[in-house]
């Protein structure tokens, strides 16, 4: 696809790009979980597993955003739209999230719980600094991408339903697209972020409760879910070889 300049093939190989990175960090998360000790490399799986995560949703809202103006204004787009601003915009994602995340783990610093075990990436209570970073990339990274991905999808799905000049196939096919990067979206980050937010709100809101505590294991599995978009993934490849 990158051969025959198709555009959406490098937002793809940016996504499998990021894919794999994450992959390659699995190793150490699992040493992490495990031993709980004093880890040099925390600070660096944290950097690689929120550079990753968040550079996957971007990709994501790029192929949205790409699909619903070839079919908004395919005449118009059509002339723009090249590898070279591809390259661009995908550049940009990777170097702006470096930058942020560069600037976290610089000044952040693991905390250890009651127990001397390290807290890597999920201190609790959540730290006051690290809310307001992770409200920020929460609007940042989620929030909008989540407004964008709504907006492009559903006017997606709407033009292309009440086109002629599309055969019921080639609707199919799109409308697979569509959901399939809806549903891996809203799976998989959707649970991570409501209950980042939830605690996000009672660390800044000055609530000393419970609820945080209550919040632990549901934040734990909703951290594992928003990996499971590294598995997911690999279906857009599947349907975008069909609609490309």
């Not at 192929?63 to 090249?82: E, G, H, N, Q």
């Not at 989620?142 to 055969?167: E, H, K």
């Not at 609530?207 to 632990?216: N, R, T, V």
């Amino acid at each position: 696809q990158i051969k025959q300049q198709n555009v959406l093939a490098v937002y793809l190989i940016n996504l499998c790009v990021s894919d794999l990175i994450f992959i390659l960090t699995l190793p150490m998360g699992i040493h992490y979980v495990v031993h709980h000790d004093h880890w040099i490399m925390c600070k660096f799986f944290e950097f690689l597993y929120y550079t990753n995560m968040y550079s996957g949703v971007w990709f994501l809202c790029c192929i949205s955003a790409d699909r619903y103006m070839m079919v908004k204004f395919p005449l118009t787009v059509r002339s723009m739209r090249s590898m070279n601003l591809a390259y661009i915009i995908s550049t940009i994602i990777w170097v702006a999230l470096i930058i942020l995340y560069l600037t976290m783990i610089v000044y952040a610093q693991p905390r250890e719980d009651e127990h001397h075990h390290l807290l890597c990436y999920d201190s609790f209570p959540l730290q006051e600094e690290r809310a307001v970073f992770h409200l920020c990339t929460s609007i940042l990274g989620f929030v909008l991408p989540l407004l964008i991905m709504t907006f492009c999808n559903v006017g997606i799905a709407r033009i292309i339903s009440a086109s002629n000049a599309f055969s019921t196939q080639e609707k199919g096919k799109i409308i697979r697209l569509v959901l399939v990067i809806l549903a891996i979206f809203i799976i998989c980050f959707l649970p991570y972020h409501i209950i980042l937010l939830i605690r996000i709100a009672i660390t800044l809101g000055g609530m000393k409760c419970k609820i945080e505590a209550f919040l632990y294991t549901p934040y734990q599995v909703a951290f594992a879910i928003a990996s499971i978009s590294s598995a997911m993934n690999p279906l857009l490849n599947i349907i975008f070889s069909e609609t490309a």
